[in-house]
């Protein structure tokens, strides 16, 4: 395994690779991997020559302080887990001042209105933060394909949103959500659940279910005030949204139109952990 946390160091090795005619694909992660982020990265080895693993925790998309010192950091595991997965993994893993230097500080971008609802509603500057770094990665790598997991779908659009108006000659590929076995979509934070909130974190998953099977004969303002009296009476969670959008445009439903593909996005928090997950439905 290939471990690199120096910029130049790892685009002339990739350079090399490149004329060898490797193709090359790119996993950004913020470590603390678990079997999500190992399903993109079985699927990036499936379809490139080599596979860059990024693992960096990225100040400039946390909009609080303590959620980013609390972000757990499990380096020597991660590392374990994808030797596992294969030896020819390349780890660019690098360091706050090798990214940023002394300006920790986000770029601006426009990505028209993507970043306005859900998210980017209580999250300020946080796709802000996530363009500046993709972008970086996508530049420094300059892969054939980055993989990103559907679990972030406002994410995932917005990222290729960016690519596209950067011009960046990457193939933005998006992959199912990863779950657990009783439905939480697998995320580093559910590390900090307890064992009890973890379980009974089904819930969430199984009112993305039931608003899917009302989707077919109630309107949206029925199922989002249905979804709020369901955790109304759950004092285990705290509901921060629920939005039923256009999965092109993220835009809220107000009345369905055919040939439009909807989803169901949601935000909860337990034990303090702030928990998303979406489920698209139809």
Not at 54 to 66: A, C, H, R
Not at 148 to 170: N, T, V, Y
């Amino acid at each position: 395994m290939h471990i690199f946390d120096r910029k130049k160091e790892l685009m002339s090795f990739l350079e090399e690779e490149r004329n060898k005619n490797r193709t090359i694909g790119l996993v950004p992660t913020m470590g603390a991997l678990h079997k999500g982020h190992i399903s993109l990265v079985k699927k990036a080895l499936l379809e490139n020559d080599r596979v860059v693993v990024s693992i960096f925790v990225n100040p400039t998309q946390f909009d609080k302080k303590d959620d980013l010192e609390k972000y757990p950091r499990t380096f020597e595991r991660d590392l374990k887990l994808l030797k596992d997965v294969s030896e020819n993994i390349i780890v660019f893993a690098p360091s706050i001042d090798e990214i940023y230097g002394e300006n920790i500080k986000s770029q601006n971008y426009e990505f028209d209105g993507l970043d306005k609802v859900m998210e980017g509603e209580f999250r300020e500057g946080h796709f802000d933060g996530v363009g500046t770094i993709v972008e970086l990665f996508l530049r420094t790598v300059s892969p054939d394909k980055a993989y990103f997991g559907e679990k972030d779908f406002q994410q995932l659009q917005i990222i290729r949103k960016m690519a596209a108006s950067k011009k960046l000659p990457c193939e933005i590929t998006g992959c199912p959500i990863e779950r657990e076995p009783h439905g939480l979509a697998m995320s580093s934070r559910n590390e900090r659940l307890s064992k009890t909130t973890r379980q009974e974190a089904s819930f969430i998953y199984e009112t993305l279910q039931s608003a899917k099977a009302k989707f077919g004969t109630e309107s949206a303002r029925n199922i989002m005030d249905w979804v709020k009296e369901e955790f109304k009476n759950n004092p285990l969670f705290e509901l921060e949204y629920f939005q039923i959008a256009d999965e092109d445009t993220l835009t809220p439903m107000l009345k369905k139109q055919e040939n439009r593909k909807y989803r169901a996005f949601i935000a909860v928090y337990a034990d303090g952990v702030r928990l998303i997950d979406n489920l698209r439905l139809n």
